[in-house]
């Protein structure tokens, strides 16, 4: 399978909870990342967590890591419309040899009004 | 401000033609990457490098071409050796050292060949 992995389609109504959900392989990331990109744009980091923490919360974004799974998720609190846009899960690379990313295939997110 | 740019936005190429994708940074960064993207894919990594004067093939380099001779620029070129180049292409930076690589992204470049 793919090494970081994503569903490719959410779509929620305005001023529900949207949870995007990524897993991965590779167990040695120390970073693993969200991006966020608007249509024909380039991506924008929102939050990111260390490989030692269970969760980090940003204001209406909330990180979630199950390292014993391999398993990472975001919740957008209180989804608006202008959170329409591809969401990217990424892992850093393993080792220091190698510095890119490695992303998933993103989640297109829908919100209707 | 600082920033990545990237230039032009849209680029049409006959095929068999090469054609260089600029991308600059301001942002002291010594990282560089190039990345494609298609339709319902996510980022695939085509080269990158961690310091001038050197880069390294990423996963898909085959018909791809760079160059890093200064630390704010990063050319890609598409050579006719790349058999499906039509995609949208970003270019990123980001600082070195250290375990947090928060990668910037430039606004991309839309190539189609005709």
């Known amino acids: 399978g793919e090494d970081v992995e994503q569903s490719l389609f959410l779509s929620v109504r305005e001023g529900d909870s949207s949870v995007i959900n990524c897993t991965y392989t590779d167990s040695s990331s120390t970073y693993l990342y969200w991006y966020k990109q608007e249509p024909g744009a380039g991506l924008q980091l929102l939050t990111y967590?260390?490989?030692?923490?269970d969760m980090k919360q940003d204001q209406r974004l909330t990180v979630l890591l199950n390292k014993k799974d391999k398993h990472l998720s975001l919740r957008i609190a209180d989804t608006q419309t202008g959170d329409s846009a591809i969401y990217f899960c990424?892992?850093?690379?393993?080792?220091?040899?190698?510095?890119?990313?490695?992303f998933g295939s993103g989640t297109r997110l829908q919100v209707q009004p | 401000d600082g920033g990545i740019t990237q230039s032009p936005k849209y680029l049409f190429r006959k095929e068999g033609q090469n054609v260089t994708l600029s991308c600059e940074q301001n942002?002291?960064?010594?990282?560089m990457y190039w990345y494609r993207q298609d339709p319902g894919q996510g980022l695939r990594l085509i080269y990158y490098s961690q310091i001038v004067n050197d880069f390294q093939k990423g996963d898909i380099a085959e018909g791809y071409s760079v160059s890093r001779e200064k630390k704010e620029s990063f050319p890609l070129t598409v050579t006719s050796a790349q058999k499906n180049p039509t995609a949208f292409y970003l270019c990123?930076?980001?600082?070195?050292?250290?375990?947090?690589?928060?990668?910037?992204f430039g606004p991309g470049t839309r190539l189609t060949v005709l």
């Open positions: 967590i260390f490989s030692n923490m």
């Open positions: 990424a892992r850093s690379g393993s080792g220091t040899g190698r510095r890119a990313l490695t």
């Open positions: 942002l002291n960064h010594d990282a």
């Open positions: 990123a930076s980001s600082m070195y050292g250290g375990g947090y690589n928060e990668q910037f």
